[in-house]
């Protein structure tokens, strides 16, 4: 194998492995459960949210030279330290990286080992990945070579099986609007706001094997394309596997539940060794990546009062607080979370990606100060039930389908961009 491909299958099997964590798994059978017969449309909307825009998160921050930093200039100074402090604090550290561990322990450990308690795997699970995200350097090769390789022969085991020998025939569930409902849910994945986080270790790790320029962006290019093609295959799996279970899955049922019945539906006990093996590589890896992430940003943040060790070990320790409360309650108070950040993280990838045609800094002002409103407006309104709000959104184009943001963005990038060509033309006269 030429050094070339060999990079190559590193840095796409390191993406892959950092993208599929603990939602990746749960929720794909969980929407394909809910969705029976409808299982096709509502994996179409779950892999534009799950692998189209994380994949482009990656290539727009390829686009503007490989900083987090430089796709949030145009907007305001202060904008990337705000925004991604929320992101790394809001879903970071207080979502992704504690449901991992809770993940490892409700659909692994405890799967296995029904008297382990949950601080054991917890404690365990960070343990482990302190010791693996402490070299930053070599995250992702460690990732690559050693972790991923296990994960994925075990996916494709559970998918190639749930899928050739089906457990059950998808039924009519009778789900609304199985599209903007997968694509919704799929925020809980949190895997835009991965690939904004990790994009720069990835641009690092190419670097780092000597790859610059048009190689080293082809480089990248190749490593989306092969972790691209790997959540399809797994993820297209699991949905079916779950629509498969539609017929007589228990209504109601917790996400997590619902996964260990169907693995073991269709693989029995062997199912549970497989998934929790599965599930504890899957979570490792997600979490290993997001770690070395955030404790990189809050070193800098912090201008090396605290060293990128130490704030590994706090980001740690408060994953293993909040992981003992277990996935059900993390992913109750996540969801507001995603709602108000996700669209504008989905906009700014846009914009990224398509930054050569975004005609000046208005656009980016425009379209993220108005995604931003309407996205609280709408976040707010459902905590606090007021219909006052609820009908202000609501009176939104596609509002009905979860889109409400979307029209205003595109709004707030005209309005944006005429204001600022205008006040351009007035201060040259």
Not at 101 to 120: C, D, K, N, R
Not at 150 to 160: H, N, S, Y
Not at 193 to 222: D, E, H, N, Q, W
Not at 323 to 344: C, D, E, H, Q, R
């Amino acid at each position: 194998m030429s050094k070339t491909v060999q990079h190559s299958l590193i840095v796409g099997f390191a993406l892959f492995a950092i993208f599929f964590g603990a939602g990746n798994l749960i929720f794909p059978p969980s929407i394909g459960n809910v969705s029976g017969t409808e299982w096709v449309v509502a994996l179409v909307g779950f892999c534009i949210t799950g692998i189209v825009l994380p994949l482009l998160s990656v290539i727009a921050i390829i686009n503007v030279g490989g900083k987090f930093e430089d796709l949030t200039r145009p907007i305001s100074p202060w904008f990337y330290k705000v925004f991604n402090l929320l992101l790394m604090g809001g879903i970071g550290m207080f979502v992704t990286i504690p449901r991992m561990s809770a993940t490892t322990h409700e659909l692994g450990v405890h799967q296995l080992f029904p008297s382990v308690p949950s601080i054991v795997t917890i404690v365990i699970f960070f343990a482990i990945c302190f010791y693996f995200a402490m070299d930053k350097s070599n995250v992702i090769d460690k990732i690559g070579k050693v972790l991923t390789p296990v994960l994925v022969v075990i996916l494709l085991f559970i998918v190639g099986k749930g899928i050739f020998d089906p457990i059950g025939t998808p039924v009519v569930t009778g789900i609304k609007n199985s599209f903007s409902n997968a694509f919704i849910s799929a925020y809980q994945t949190g895997d835009v706001v991965t690939g904004i986080f990790c994009a720069p270790i990835f641009i690092a790790a190419i670097a780092a094997f000597g790859y610059k320029g048009k190689s080293a962006r082809k480089m990248a290019l190749t490593g989306t394309l092969i972790a691209g093609i790997g959540l399809l295959i797994v993820y297209g799996g699991l949905l079916f596997i779950g629509a498969s279970g539609s017929g007589f899955a228990p209504s109601g049922i917790e996400d997590t539940a619902l996964v260990s019945l169907l693995v073991d539906r269709s693989l029995g006990s062997i199912g549970a060794v497989a998934l929790a093996v599965a599930i504890a590589l899957a979570c490792l890896t997600s979490a290993i990546g997001v770690i070395a992430v955030i404790g990189d940003f809050l070193n800098d943040l912090t201008k090396n009062k605290l060293s990128y060790r130490i704030w590994v070990a706090i980001i740690c320790v408060v994953g293993i607080v909040i992981g003992s409360a277990g996935v059900g309650a993390i992913v109750t108070y996540a969801m507001p979370i995603f709602t108000a950040l996700y669209p504008v993280a989905i906009v700014l990838v846009i914009l990224g990606v398509f930054q050569k045609f975004v005609p000046n800094p208005g656009s980016y002002q425009g379209a993220i100060l108005l995604t931003f409103i309407v996205s609280l407006i709408e976040t707010v309104g459902s905590l606090i039930k007021t219909p006052v709000l609820k009908d202000i959104i609501l009176k939104l184009p596609l509002a009905s389908d979860g889109f409400s943001w979307l029209i205003p963005a595109i709004v707030g990038f005209i309005v944006g961009t005429l204001i600022h060509k205008l006040k351009g033309q007035k201060e040259a006269n």
